[in-house]
Nanobody
Framework: QVRLAESGGGLVQAGGSLRLSCVAS????????MGWFRQAPGKEREFVAA????????YYADSVKGRFTISREGSKKTLYLQMNSLKPEDTAVYYC?????????????????????WGQGTQVTVSS
């Protein structure tokens, strides 16, 4: 069982930056990918970014490419999402997630059904 806890959300003006963190506890030795998803009011949860266990491979939604950066620190227990040039449309609850299967097809990084463990989410609000 892996427990994930996000932090770092808040209110920021358009053009500003935030860094989200996700700390994993419990069985954290699993060598699987992790990702960030977000859900805005009235919308479905959508993929934001993902990273492989090694950290060598990263994946981004087109809407955040060039603005957001996903990373994980050395012990693999903390996941980050650096968000720059924030826009009002980035407003959402952001969720950290971890897979429990090693996928060879990279398409699985983009789909929420490929993730087994989820955090409770952290609210990000970007004002115009």
């Amino acid at each position: 069982q892996v427990r994930l806890a996000e932090s770092g959300g808040g209110l920021v003006q358009a053009g500003g930056s935030l860094r989200l963190s996700c700390v994993a506890s419990g069985r954290t030795d699993s060598p699987y990918g992790m990702g960030w998803f977000r859900q805005a009011p009235g919308k479905e949860r959508e993929f934001v970014a993902a990273i492989s266990w090694s950290g060598r491979n990263t994946y981004y939604a087109d809407s955040v490419k060039g603005r957001f950066t996903i990373s994980r620190e050395g012990s693999k227990k903390t996941l980050y999402l650096q968000m720059n040039s924030l826009k009002p449309e980035d407003t959402a609850v952001y969720y950290c997630a971890q897979q429990n299967t090693y996928y060879t097809n990279t398409r699985n990084y983009y789909t929420s059904n490929s993730y087994h463990d989820w955090g409770q989410g952290t609210q990000v609000t970007v004002s115009s």
